[in-house]
């Protein structure tokens, strides 16, 4: 979904490399099984416990943090490549993605650094920026990731991977890509909703406050209220009190945005501010994702960036 925001202390010099090999010999046939907390606008689930990946989990957030990862509509950045075999997805079931990220010596990569809770982040996104799903892959101990992923309308998908290598040449460097896959089948486009300020989830109402220009940092900030009122009982989630994701219509160019609200306990308040930069105009969907009483509320709207 430069677009993901984090500050730019966290910026990193990226490293000129040597493309992989072979992707083929970074796939095997095995992997673990998926666990997920994907979600669909309108739709809500239970939120996900945290993943056993032999991986500690950082809840304090890094708030006001920003990532230079360019728009993620790309296969291969300074010599990583998200490697998979599969250019087709089945439509109208439950399925699941395999893949693996190779550095630039062609091996498949296994030590990633934990952010906001997770060693890899994945996405999916229809080419007409329906059906989104987040979720949080495990990976095997040959570097082969296995993405659980609701069903797929028939159409064009895109498939994100947002993940910081702990070690080797992109070691501390933030990484979004992405590859396409088909899902067969009559494939009726959805018309983006238009432009607005307001979501409801769930009895939820979240409304975003701020003018956005591209290509420019600006303040943005998202009130959550029900029932007329400011909810304060927002939980942590990914290590903040909500999550936040934009896909740019036309080219689905990725960005991830990161509350300024520090974590301060069990529950938060219904003003969540964000560190907003957006690097092209037009209409972005944007998709918030908080938790309360246990239960993942994904909120999705259309903003439009001057």
Known sequence: MSLVSRSTARRRTTVAAALGGALALALTA?????????????????????????THHDDSAMPGMTMNTGDGLVTKKDGY???????TLPAGKATSYRFAITG?????VTDFAVEQTKRLH???????????????????????????????????????????????????????????????GSAA??????????????????TVHGELMAGMAHPLTVTVNKDGKPVT??????????????FHEGDQAFAHLHPENKVAGRRGGSSLS??????????????LQFRTAGTLHTAALTLRVS
């Open 30 to 54: 095995c992997g673990s099984p998926a666990s997920h907390d994907s979600s669909m606008p309108g739709r809500h689930t239970p939120s996900a416990a945290s993943t056993a990946q032999g």
């Open 189 to 206: 486009t959805t018309v983006l909703p238009k432009a607005s300020t307001t979501a409801t989830v769930d009895g939820y109402t979240v």
């Open 233 to 246: 009982d927002l939980q942590p989630y990914l290590g903040t009190y909500a999550h936040l994701t934009a």
């Open 274 to 287: 964000f560190h907003a930069e957006l690097a092209k105009s037009g209409n972005w969907r944007l998709f």
């Open 122 to 184: 994945f996405y999916a996104i229809r080419s007409d920026l329906t059906g989104f799903q987040h979720g949080h892959p495990t990976m095997a101990d040959d570097g082969t990731w296995t993405a659980g992923l609701g069903a797929l309308r028939p159409g064009s998908w895109r498939l994100f991977a947002q993940f910081t290598p702990r070690t080797g040449a992109g070691k501390g460097q933030d990484f979004v890509l992405s590859r396409t896959v088909t899902v067969p």
């Open 81 to 87: 490549t998200l490697a998979a075999k599969a250019a």
């Open 104 to 108: 630039p010596d062609a091996k498949p």
